[in-house]
């Protein structure tokens, strides 16, 4: 083994940060059934009433900004520890314009309005009759 191996395995933190994996990856699949469970709820409100709970709504929201923090600590994106070492995400209020509906909104446009006659009328020059271009010609007289 060369020297960088032999620090590496030696290291404490190394060992520590093993022990943080083990713990955070279980701590992963146990917020992963809280998320279902939440879930589940939430849809059988939504089905009884038509709209989720609020507060619920908002714990979710913490809920996923913790399992991105799980995730990024376990993937070694992050060194930073998330709860219940570091400190758990704000919980958030849901958005109340963003408020999901099944309703469908049609909107007619409007025709454009042909353009009104003015006070005078149009004067148009009349056709003359085929029959007066024939005699042009002619002198009948």
């Known amino acids: ?3 960088d191996v032999k620090t590496h395995v030696k290291s404490t933190t190394t060992w520590t940060r093993l022990i943080y ?3 955070y990856a279980i701590i992963f699949r146990v917020a992963s059934i809280v ?3 939440i879930t589940i709820i939430q849809f059988i409100k939504a089905l009884l009433t038509g709209s989720p709970f609020g507060q619920l709504q908002s714990f979710g929201g913490a809920l996923a900004e913790y ?3 799980l ?3 376990l993937s070694y994106q992050s060194d930073e520890k998330p709860f219940p070492v570091g400190p758990w995400p704000p919980q958030t209020p849901p958005e109340s314009g963003s408020k999901a509906s099944d309703d469908v909104i049609i909107v007619a446009e409007e025709q454009p309005k042909k353009p009104k ?4 009328p149009k004067s148009s ?5 085929k029959d007066a271009d024939d005699d042009k010609g002619s002198n009948t007289a």
Request: aromatic share 8%.
């Open 117 to 120: 006659p003015s006070g005078k």
């Open 67 to 69: 399992n991105k923090q």
């Open 21 to 23: 994996l083990i713990l």
């Open 1 to 3: 083994m060369t020297d």
């Open 125 to 129: 020059p009349t056709p003359k009759p």
């Open 35 to 37: 998320l279902f469970a």
């Open 71 to 73: 995730v990024a600590y």
